[in-house]
């Protein structure tokens, strides 16, 4: 079974994040790691391709600069190859454009199954699963706490608030995997030192028969119009003990609706 | 010159985040409540696929014509300098990673594969390598290299006691071991003694004996308790008239040339490399603590790193990793090229990078001053762990003087 991987590549989250005060947008120019989130459908990719006996994983990724840290990190996890679309044309893209382009390119891997993750850890948008699934015109499973393939099938626990969903679809399929699904492996040290060698499929918005004019600042439909800093978490309220204050307490927490 | 490569890098941190998931939230467990480290150290082998490794590598030493030559090659045969200096560089970054945490994990781990494989590997007929070092090499099953005794230490061949007496086609072993790492939990035990024939002490032989645990007359001691290196498990070990056969002597012959020390030698060379990885390790992550700690330390009003003491201090640790780095990437250049360090070159670096780990970690307990000496912050276990650098692999003073010979004697 072949299955693609939507792999994001993201400024490290553990480096203070930059934007650029012109477009908005976060500067992506340094070194990129792959984005925590998606290291579980790599996981479980290789998993579900291990256990049908055969096929292989293909990351598919957009990024600037033809970055390919991230990358490697996956393929040195066990991902077969990658297919890296990276084009000035793209700077600015919303994740409508983004679909787009991974569209295309998933197009291409001919997969039985797709996953991406729940969202990503620096847009945080979460649209692009179900905007994939529309453009491929494929089933779309998300939240999935646990995947099984069989009779051409993908059966999935679909995580809620109260428990979870069974829920099954035909393949090819797009599933989105929450942080639970599985845990991801270290990459071995022949798997690190194999990584460079794996294939790196790097193609051009017009190598997927795209225009520019459908990607980046052009073909957004999305306007950032401001971004401000999040509010400062307001001081907590200070209870002076008068011999009441237990009673208070309990009102408190009765407002919370927590007990 | 060499730096890290890319791929190395990436061994790095994937390496530190199975160090800081698995054995940094276990510290306590492993400083103070007598854990033993293996189950750990196997579980980093299988995680990293060392242990798969380790069979490959061992099938094609043996497959060799000569059995020998090892990955950097054999004599004469030409491998690339840049394979060979991946192959010196990779097995350091686990010794590094490792250190910024738990120094003791990479003495019982180094002792196992470094000193009790290798010296079965490199003394060892085709057949005691594959009885014994196979099984070390993927941390199967755990080894200890017996040379200390009570009364012997510097003068390790000089006052070494323990015996080998020959009876009929077997050997008596008799003797006590100390400061033996791994002593308590080893399943395969490399004693080294003297073959008494009769002679005066310092004419006997030197042998090494392979050992079982459980053999008959051979008792291993409960864990010593000691300064530093808790997750390091130390021991005695006695042998009161252990009865072996030819088979666990190593080489299966008494004829060794330099009378058994020179190989002890070789062994010494590599051990010391060792330490100035080591050493690495545990400077930098002090200093990456001592950074942190010196940015959100605030007294009189300001963080401390403000003030000039402080920065003299952590000045001086970055100076010394530096050192400390520099030494390591020669060492990695020189067998990249084909050479071996002189043992005065390998003491060189051995005295100066145990030397730079003690004062930069004692610096770090400073810096921190009254937290410092709490266990909570973690630079007292760091120096309290430095300090057998200076003592074990040769003193400094044994150091010092294979310095000095080799200056003296060109």
Known sequence: MNVVVCAKQIPDPAAPGELDPNTKTLKREGKLILDDS???????????ADKAGGGEVTLVSMAPHDEVSGLRTALAMGAAKAILISDDALQGSDSLATAKVLAAAIKRAEPDLVLTATESTDGYTGLLPAQLAELLGWPSI???????????????????????????????AIVSVTAGVVEPRYPSFKGI????????????????????????????????TDVVPAEERKAGEIVEDEGDAHERIVQFLEQLKVI | MFEWTEEQRMIRDAVRQFVEAEIAPRRDEFEFGDTPPYEVLRKLYKTFGLDVMAREQ?????????????????????????????????????IIELCRHSPGMVTALGVSVGLTAAAIMSKGTR???????????????????AITEPNSGSDAFGSMLSTARRDGDEYILNGSKTFITNGPYADTVVFICKLDEGNPPDQRKILHFVLDSGMPGFDQSPPLRKMGLHSSPTGQLFLTDVRVGRDRLLGETEEVSGGGREDAKATFSIERSGVAAMALGMIDRCLEL??????????????IGEFQLVQEKLARMEVARLNVENLLFRYIEILAHGKQPTLAEASAMKLYSSHAAVEVT??????????????????????????????YAGTNEIQMTHIAKDLLRR
């Open chain 2, 362 to 391: 004692l610096d770090a307990v400073q810096l921190f001053g009254g937290n410092g000496y709490m266990s909570e912050f973690h630079v007292e276990q760091l120096a309290r762990d430095a300090k057998v650098l200076e003592i």
């Open chain 2, 127 to 145: 057949e005691q390598q594959e009885r014994w070092a196979l099984d070390l090499l993927t941390l199967d099953k755990i080894g200890a290299w």
């Open chain 1, 38 to 48: 998606d290291a579980y459908g790599v996981e479980m990719g290789l998993q579900l």
């Open chain 2, 58 to 94: 061992f099938k094609r030493r043996l497959d060799r014509p000569d059995g020998g030559g090892g990955l950097l090659g054999g004599d004469g045969e030409e491998v690339d300098p840049k394979v060979r200096a991946n192959t010196v560089a990779m097995p350091m970054i686990p």
């Open chain 1, 193 to 224: 030192m194999a990584a460079k060698n794996k294939p790196v499929d790097q193609v051009t918005v017009a190598d997927l028969g795209l225009s520019a004019d459908d990607v980046g600042w052009k073909g957004a439909r999305q306007e950032i």
């Open chain 2, 290 to 303: 001592c950074v942190q700690y010196a940015k959100e330390r605030v007294q009189f009003g300001q963080p």
């Open chain 1, 142 to 172: 998300t939240f999935a706490k646990h995947i099984e393939v069989t009779d051409g099938k993908a059966k999935v626990q679909r995580q809620t608030e109260e428990g979870y969903d069974e829920v099954e679809a035909p393949l090819p």
